[in-house]
């Protein structure tokens, strides 16, 4: 799977959009971008995945450049419930088996009241 | 909560003494995997079923470790000899199984074990 780079740590103002970066430029054709959050003390949680469309759903937005090489997460309001580390994760997703979700570092969002 | 339960939430053990934990994934889902979590670091990989059969293991897992989901159902998570370096978070998560939406995974809230 491809690698991510994602920036360490980032901040927000509560209520604003809170805009997360992902760079995957050896992303390969075939390769989906998922997201995924931790929120402290508890076990990662889904939020979106795209393949070259822009996708939305109710937690966030998820926008892939046109190359797909880099990818945003966008939280349109951020709470202080967002606080969390978001990990972007480049993934195949075979037709048969399977291949793990392997997890990088992250971002760690921190929004401020 | 996800679905997804784990038991116990902390185990405290004395170095070289066995643990075992138990993973309930969501009732449908024929996929299960474990996950280690160490401070500061992204969870890490250890292996997963696919219903009852073992499909992969990290070389992360070694002989200590063993993994069972008798049934197809819940998984038991079984560390021997435990040793300091294996204090960590271990996480479960299941997903329904095939295909990019389907490959979503519910994390359980994980069993924190300290090993002293």
């Known amino acids: 799977d491809a690698k991510t780079t994602q920036p360490t740590s980032m901040d927000c103002a509560e209520g604003r959009a809170a805009n997360l970066p992902c760079n995957h430029s050896t992303i390969s054709g075939n390769e989906y971008v998922y997201w995924y959050r931790q929120i402290h003390s508890q076990g990662p949680q889904y939020i979106i995945h795209g393949l070259k469309n822009n996708e939305t759903n109710e937690m966030a937005s998820l926008i892939i450049t046109e190359d797909r090489k880099s990818s945003t997460l966008i939280l349109p309001h951020a709470t202080l419930r967002d606080t969390a580390v978001y990990y972007c994760i480049v993934r195949v997703v075979p037709d048969s088996g399977n291949t793990p979700l392997v997890f990088g570092k992250g971002t760690r969002l921190s929004v401020i009241a | 909560d996800t679905g997804v339960s784990q038991d116990p939430r902390h185990k405290i053990t004395k170095r070289g003494q066995n643990v075992t934990f138990r993973c309930d994934p969501i009732?449908?889902?024929?996929?299960l995997y474990w996950y280690r979590q160490t401070l500061g670091q992204g969870p890490e990989f250890l292996t997963y079923?696919?219903?009852?059969?073992?499909?992969?293991k990290s070389r992360l897992l070694s002989d200590r470790f063993s993994a069972e989901r008798p049934k197809g159902s819940f998984s038991t998570l079984e560390i021997q000899r435990t040793e300091q370096g294996d204090s960590a978070m271990y996480l479960c998560?299941?997903?329904?199984?095939?295909?990019?939406?389907?490959?979503?995974?519910?994390f359980g809230s994980g069993t924190q074990l300290s090993v002293l």
């Open positions: 998560a299941s997903s329904l199984g095939q295909g990019a939406t389907n490959e979503k995974l519910f």
């Open positions: 009732s449908e889902h024929n996929r």
């Open positions: 079923f696919q219903n009852e059969a073992q499909l992969e």
